[in-house]
């Protein structure tokens, strides 16, 4: 019989690497990541991966494993996973999934709409129309094509927004019309539990802006100098996350460094809200909410290894 898959998510800063440590070690489990920055191995301090030590004690898959010259994606991560599953699995090892990306928890849960392939031209006609009438128009337009899609989204996610309009233009069917009607299950055949947590919203800011100074502390200024230095394309998803473009700014010289911090303190913060805004807009089975926060879970409590009915 499968062992169930354990599911540990929330807000950014809220100590779900801890938790997952615990019930690895105590369950003879391996951690497998679920934060899509997390997967780039140039940024270890700004994206609080796990320490050397932490994956010398037991297996951790996913973590800095693409280069961020690369654009990983929802599908290869979900792939990934399943693969990892498997091998587990046949090992009777407990694989605990940890992270805060949402898309992709959720479509390793639900699925993903086999969607053709978007040939180029219909990218390069997006990008020139956003160029052309600003992105507060090209939502409205794309707002009329599929307004489901749109109401999932924030509105100034122009990758997501250029995909809505592309797979539009492209196949004359909306995204939401794929996803609905055309969809590959990736954990069918898997059991899980799910725990979700929504601790005090202030007291995840506190935590949030702590931990982006100890960072800072740690050597995120050398991080970003040293990712720079690589002259990445800037539309590459690395260099979109947490404190890249603001320590960039800094180190430009265009900000100083409490600026740099402020500004990244607050993207942090409006990245909280829009995680919390994603998980309680979202079904899940299976899940158990906690409005705490996870360092003050009893692991007995959970009953982990209990079959799911």
Known sequence: MSLPIIFISGPTAIGKSELAMKFAIKNNGAIINADSMQVYKELKILTARPTDEDQKILPHY????????????????????????????????????????????????????????????YKERSKKLISNIGLNKFYNEVYKIDKNSCEKISNNDIQRLKRIWEVYHSTGKTLSEWISNNHKLFIKDYDYRFYLFFPNREEIYKKANNRFI?????????????????????????????????????????????????????????????????????????CTIFEHFPSNIDLESLDLLKKIN
């Open 214 to 286: 100890e960072m800072i502390n740690k050597g995120a200024i050398n991080e970003v100098k040293d990712l720079l230095s690589l002259n990445l394309d800037p539309s590459l998803p690395i260099m979109k996350a947490h404190g890249v473009p603001e320590i960039s700014q800094y180190l430009s010289r265009s900000i100083s460094l409490d600026e740099c911090i402020a500004k990244a303190q607050k993207a942090v913060r409006n990245y909280v809200k829009r995680q919390i805004t994603w998980w309680k807009s979202s079904k899940v089975y299976n």
């Open 62 to 121: 996913l973590y800095g494993h693409v280069s961020g010259e690369n654009r990983y994606n929802v599908s290869k991560w979900c792939n990934e996973t399943i693969s990892i599953l498997k091998k587990n699995n046949q090992k009777k090892i407990l694989s605990i999934i940890v992270g805060g990306t949402g898309l992709y928890l959720n479509t390793l849960l639900n699925g993903i709409a086999n969607i053709p392939r978007i040939p180029e031209e």
